[in-house]
């Protein structure tokens, strides 16, 4: 008796006529059925992005699906990323010392809206070991000595590999990893910053705010590159101000926009609704 | 020499495995390229629906697609609507007394915003009549006795037929129709209205608003049926009042707000991004 | 030696000439400075209302202030609330099942940001009890055999007075109390509820906004009253939703801008910053 | 027989004890009522900020307020700015081609929601001279030949200065005013610009968040100053944005922010309601 496997797979290639119509023939030969398909075309670029969310009813192997559809890659230049539903994508969770965006997480998790295991919390302070404990994750403390510590990204790196980590969420982790570490998880990395209209340059950034009297705060998940800060943005969200919000005030609004924007940015990756295209995250809502 | 036509299809039919393999091999067939394909399955009512944007190459009549397509639809039960995006939609916009929303119409149309010809302003009152002239609009003085005067309702009825619009937009038009006519322009006819958390029954919903110390205030726009004010709706917006806004500011805030949710539903219409199923509008953003 | 006390004290009265004077000289006489203020006329009402937060360098009782605003309370028919800033608030919170607006309030507590002591959980069922543990918290189990439960009342009426509870927060709690045990409480209970544009009567709201196709769900925070969901309003949100989202994803939504609207009205009312007037949250930002 | 006088008074200087009950004494000694204050001390440079709105019997000039406040003034080092609600404002916009603002702000105007004259239309090109005109507003058209271009900013002051012009409005005014044109008008010159999440530097700031793929697209309000987009924020605001809007749809999105906020911070300079401390807007909302 064969069960029913869902997928998402993503695909991107050049522009090109009929493109829809094979891919689709293809699928259908494979004996797939089309549940949801969304597409984008790169006008600058004459790039070709699909979404196409399928459910297969065959006894074998499901990865095999991978294998019908090389031909077709091959002739179109197609590069198709399949994610299976019924494989449970593995998270790691970097944090340092404030657990908002954790805690956000972990719960959503336990209510079943995010489509992964938890499998580590890793720290370089010892603080929110408990909060993990309490959720049944395991809490890896490996202290820093300062930004891109070779020995402590060994750690890291010693760890995700080890326990087949697909996805590193930066829950508000404070330290900046070498580029060595940002390249190897390229793609696999997602991180939460405060943003400001206008930008600020420098240290103290809710300060600044503060001082330039700014009506909105903000926060912007993204994929983490080697630029600080600069990776393709994800998702993006905003909270008012006024000036009768001190720094710390500020401060509060800014942690409840960065928990819900981290969160959204995550559920998405997870459900395979994001495609990076020349820098900028292409999201299939 | 063949010139390139772009349209837009809207779809639905019960669901069933194999319908966008199908669909997309006999878009290809009639020589279409699939631009952008967004689909929706209603899973309470197993009904497909999707919504494909094409480019056809061909030097016959734009029509004859609708043809080529017609032993899929019978045999897939298929409802198929194509609109040519050369074929200009023609509307008509209904006021009384305030202007808000038809200066909004009327400025996006002269930007460019609004893929349509606006051919004429039909109003129970002449305050308007200069608006419209100054943006060489048609308008048309059709006084109205009580709700649902047949004689006013045979004018309207003869303007719009004589000249083959499209689509009527009630631009805050403070008068009711009659069944008949609400049934005639089932699905061709948009509505804005005032929206309330908690909702008011009742006249004078402003002040009723303002007594209960509502925190926002919102508006619907949606296809009007003979249910007043609860036909598919099409689009929501809210903006944040306090115990400060009087009446006459909480009016003035919730123009601006209906004025724009007016807007993007009457767009979205224009551009085919919208199919009613089961009294729920889809809109494919 | 005298300690420098803060106080936030609301006053209204019958709206009359040289009110702000005269209490701005009476407070000044009282020794207090003023470090903010903020007041609303109720023009239909012909109601003063003013929000005052003074500082009082007294070594004397701070009780006293009372007795000495009391010769203009008199004169003016003014109603006075004071509310020392280093009297800490005690809260009990009342749930069921769900957790999200509980845990909202206990981190937001835990960081500082609710001005109150959370001295218990009272819930109808056991699944709670372990997050109130975590957070020091003690949970009572107070089972209901029906709404109005006269045991049950009697129950929790013990526990909120022999605890001297000056706030109940209803976080999720899904039973309906008696009208006598919302009067005893009345502007001293604060319950959250989803909301729609437009309002659904009936059962299983989530299901109809769904059929509806809704574009927006809300929360709203409010007094509770004998009047189920019809109390005072503070505080309002929405959230937006398409026709992709399924029933189960309009309740997550739901869950998100429920437990934000509460913790943002709870967190006003422990400032002091709300005055109900003519069945109107008067809300000072 | 005396008339009734309504006026706004912004006061600020360095804070001290008792400061509100010596302003609030003067003001009834001198016959006003205080219809509403609302206050704000800044808590670095410990300075005191007040908006009072009065309303005064007398029947002798309402400027002898001034000269009755002035002990007070010379005691506390008060700065007091008084408004007159009786006394128009007289405002000129400037604009080059785009007219999405300059309609905002004629609407409402007409509409009588902005409390002012509008006396003038000054232009670099001469697009927008019908639209003024349809409103009965006499327009100036002022070629320029480069930024800071000192004949037409002579002939601009001329018209300023000749026409007692109280606040220059940049609706889309695309040129660059010199240093002594600003100056000369500080505190009396909203400009509105595009804000972008993060901010870009260069030209073609839509085509460079079109690149960035930002979710999210703003407008900030401020006061304009020699450096350029630099000046004290009194508004912002954002619209969302995916990865399907083109740069056009984008400027689109970005044209509906920016009339709004720009009308917000109008209203609210005319209403007397903003003060510059510090290079912060302080809005009493």
Redesign the interface.
């Known amino acids: 008796m064969s069960t029913q496997h869902e997928a998402v797979i993503l695909v991107s290639c050049p522009d090109q006529?009929?493109?829809?119509?094979h891919l689709?023939?293809a699928?259908?030969e494979a004996g797939c059925?089309?549940?949801?398909?969304?597409?984008?075309?790169d006008?600058l670029t004459k790039v070709f992005i699909q979404r196409i969310h399928i459910s297969c009813g065959h006894s074998d192997d499901p990865k095999s699906l991978q294998e019908k559809l090389t031909p077709l890659a091959d002739e179109f230049q197609m590069k198709i990323n399949i994610r299976w539903m019924d494989e449970t994508k593995r998270v790691a969770i970097f944090v340092s010392k404030e657990d908002?965006c954790l805690?956000e997480l972990l719960?959503l998790h336990r209510?079943g809206?995010l489509h992964c295991s938890i499998d580590m919390v890793i720290s370089n302070h010892e603080d929110l070991a408990d909060v993990a404990q309490?959720f049944g994750v395991p809490f890896h403390y490996i202290p820093i000595s300062n930004s891109g510590d070779p020995d402590a990204e060994q750690q890291q790196t010693a760890l995700i590999e080890d326990n087949n980590i697909d996805l590193l969420v930066l829950a508000r982790y404070m330290r900046i990893f070498s580029d060595t570490f940002t390249q190897k998880y390229n793609g696999k990395m997602i991180n939460i910053h405060h943003?400001?209209?206008?930008?600020f340059a420098g240290g103290k950034p809710y300060h600044q705010a503060f001082?330039?009297?700014?009506?909105?705060i903000?926060a912007?998940a993204h994929y983490a590159t080697a630029e600080l800060?600069e990776g393709?943005?994800?998702?993006?969200?905003?909270i008012r101000v006024?000036?009768?919000d001190?720094v710390k005030e500020m401060i509060?609004k800014g942690r409840?926009i960065e928990r819900?924007v981290l969160a959204r940015a995550v559920r998405w990756h997870l459900e395979n609704r994001i495609i990076v295209h020349?820098?900028?995250?292409?999201?299939f809502?």
């Open positions: 006529l009929g493109l829809v119509a689709t023939a699928l259908h059925n089309i549940l949801d398909a969304a597409q984008y075309t006008t908002h805690h719960l209510d809206d309490r943003s400001f209209l206008p930008a001082e330039k009297g700014v009506k909105l903000g912007t800060d393709p943005i994800i998702e993006q969200g905003v006024s000036h009768k001190s509060r409840d819900t020349n820098n900028r995250a292409i999201v809502s």
